[in-house]
């Protein structure tokens, strides 16, 4: 299918232009030879209050089969795409599963062209949680699919350098475009600072001068330098002000992940990578759900409630202190719950779980967001504006920053792509390439002890080789695979991250929380496969796992973010050198973690390895077979 052709006409002067309200004349909002700003401004004033509405609602979308629109409810989708786009007037949506390229593009172009039967025909910005990781974590982030993967960006950030940070940012960016995508809701720049903490394996670290640096490289990887243009893909930085410090490690998506805590005294730190993105032109910022406990600024004391309805966070601080003029959006779901194969969510209304979902609605207003992330119940606002809770002159100062971002991507000029240059550029091979030597060069090597008088690492190619957690195909790379480890020269096992399996509420199960030791059982096993020949671990650190116990017996120790079998393969065999440096410190036990402060970065008492740790292969690596 070809890329579809807008339909425009020419003005007196020759101007060529779309007719978007479909009077065939020209409006100023159809002119493209005014600003931006001029364009949305005129817009504001011919909108109906229902289209007004609409746009402050950044809903979830799903794809129909083959790229078709979703004719019924989706799995976490609540309406049909018809219902959202025309029924609801909404026109920002956050898309979760992508099929191919073509498919995708072609989806977007059907997508546009329904926004087109609307009266304004704005157009929908189609928005994406980060879908270039190796692995899928449903609510955080998905899998790369058709598109380059590439380390999480944790694993990134072992690569200590922003500039590779822009490099993926880019190849990003090119992907996006090319099937429709022209919003990040990321990056995700909040500080790790708490070890157990789930989400921080789509952080950059806890160096707040570091990530503040990777902010501003991402951030003009993604946008083009300061401000939008025709290429750009606006970026949504998050989660303002810092959602690092959670109580325990416990996620806020969750009940009993609610609080904040700031007992090191270190709010100011967490600002450190937002400032940097606000100075750089991030479009947007997204407040996460937490809920401040026992914070002060300026020695008046913050209410404690969640981020997302506190006026004294986003008005006070970010509007004013801050001077934050770009788009405020809500994280997913503080209005209203909901149940997903069976399993609920509640509302993310922390602090107001007592308000009614309409005066949550006008609590978020109050506080100074522009648009509801997850949430559809434009009746609502409605409602508040009915019964005077809200004013249309409070709805028109969100619409004209909505519009304007819109504006400045060109959509109302030409929102389609073309398929053909979408199945061409998305995962092109040299893409493909950059992202996997990312992959290998982000493993960190921590421990490479001498076996028969030469380091174990990198392996040798008449090796025999023992090996648990990497398929087969991957495996046969590393040497002859043997089934006994007793007629093994060496035993590689890779270990997934430890966590606490929760599965009674909806996104539980994919949010990896709770205790960082290894089961103990694993632990002895792998001492007794240890007696028996070397042994190499390689782990996987979405968060920083108590590696303190196989100090004890392994010959090497790797850890990742995010390496491929055919990654982590490039660097046992040398032919990628590992240069990753751990983001964070690895505590030495759990008890030093309970001892340590949540807000504080490597707080953890004589950690088994310090931030920064790293080796490198001696002398010459084997060539690539």
């Given amino acids: 299918m070809p890329k579809p052709q807008p339909t425009t006409l020419t003005a007196e002067d020759g101007t060529v232009f779309r007719d978007l309200d479909h009077d065939q004349r020209m409006a100023p909002f159809e002119d493209p030879r005014l600003s931006p700003a001029e364009r949305a401004e005129d817009l504001v004033g011919r909108l109906s209050v229902a289209e007004k509405i609409g746009l402050f609602f950044h809903d979830i979308i799903e794809v129909g089969p083959h790229g078709t629109l979703m004719e019924a409810d989706g799995v976490v989708a609540r309406s049909s795409t018809r219902g959202v ?37 704005i157009p929908v910005t189609v928005s994406s949680d980060p879908r270039h990781s190796f692995a899928a974590n449903t609510g955080a982030a998905f899998a790369a699919g058709a598109m380059s993967a590439w380390p999480e960006p944790l694993g990134l950030a072992a690569l200590g350098d922003p500039e590779r940070v822009r490099e993926f940012a880019d190849i990003a960016r090119r992907e996006y475009v090319a099937v429709g995508i022209r919003s990040a809701l990321h990056p995700q720049i909040d500080l790790g600072t708490e070890p157990r903490w789930g989400r921080q394996f789509h952080t950059f670290g806890n160096d707040s001068a570091f990530v503040a ?29 810092g959602g690092g410090p959670q109580q325990d490690g416990e996620d806020a998506h969750f009940p009993y992940g609610r609080e904040q805590v700031y007992p090191g005294g270190r709010f100011a730190d967490h600002l450190v990578p937002f400032r940097r993105a606000i100075e750089v032109g991030t479009s947007a910022l997204m407040p996460y759900y937490g809920m401040p406990i026992g914070l002060q600024l300026d020695g008046a004391p913050i209410e404690e409630v969640g981020f997302g309805f506190n006026r004294q966070i986003l008005t006070g601080l970010l509007r004013d202190q801050l001077g934050f003029d770009g788009v405020i959006c809500t994280d997913w779901g503080l209005v209203t719950g909901t149940v997903v194969r069976g399993r609920p969510l509640p509302a993310r209304a922390w602090g107001v779980e007592h308000l009614s979902p309409l005066q949550r609605v006008v609590r978020i207003l109050e506080a100074g967001a522009d648009q509801l992330g997850g949430e559809a119940r434009t009746d609502l606002l409605q409602q508040a504006l009915d019964e005077g ?14 519009l304007l971002v819109k504006f400045q991507l060109g959509l109302f000029d030409d929102p389609f792509v073309d398929p053909d240059a979408a199945e061409e550029l998305v995962g092109r091979p040299d893409f493909v390439r950059a992202g996997l030597r990312a992959q290998a060069e982000s493993v960190v090597l921590l421990r490479n002890a001498e076996v028969a008088g030469a380091p174990v690492l990198p392996l040798r190619r008449t090796l025999r080789v023992y090996v648990e957690g990497i398929p087969a195909a991957a495996a046969a790379r590393l040497g002859q695979v043997v089934s006994d480890p007793a007629h093994a020269d060496v035993a590689i096992v890779r270990l997934a991250a430890p966590y606490e399996p929760r599965d009674d509420l909806f996104l539980e199960g994919f949010f990896h929380q709770g205790s960082l030791e290894y089961r103990p059982g694993l632990v002895a096993r792998l001492r007794e496969l240890a007696a028996v020949t070397p042994l190499i671990i390689e782990a996987n650190l979405e968060r920083p796992g108590i590696l303190t116990p196989f100090t004890e017996f392994a010959a090497a120790i790797l850890t990742d973010v995010g390496a491929s079998p055919a990654a982590l393969v490039a660097v046992l065999t040398g032919a990628v050198p590992p240069l990753g440096r751990l983001p964070f410190e690895v505590p030495r036990s759990s008890e030093a973690v309970r001892r340590s402060r949540s807000d504080v970065a490597d707080d953890t008492e004589d950690p088994i390895f310090d931030h920064g740790a790293g080796l490198r292969f001696p002398g010459r690596a084997r060539p690539e077979a």
């Fill in 85 to 121: 786009v025309v029924d609801r007037l909404i026109n920002h949506v956050n898309v979760h599963a992508l099929p191919s390229a073509r498919e995708s593009a072609e989806w977007s172009n059907a997508l546009q062209e329904l926004a087109a039967t609307t009266p304004h025909s």
């Fill in 213 to 241: 640096d990777v902010a501003a490289a991402y951030i003009d990887g993604f946008q083009i330098g300061r401000g939008l243009g025709r290429t750009s893909v606006a970026a949504m930085a998050k989660h303002f002000p």
């Fill in 389 to 402: 809770l809200v004013t249309e002159a409070r709805l028109d100062e969100s619409v004209r920053r909505l």
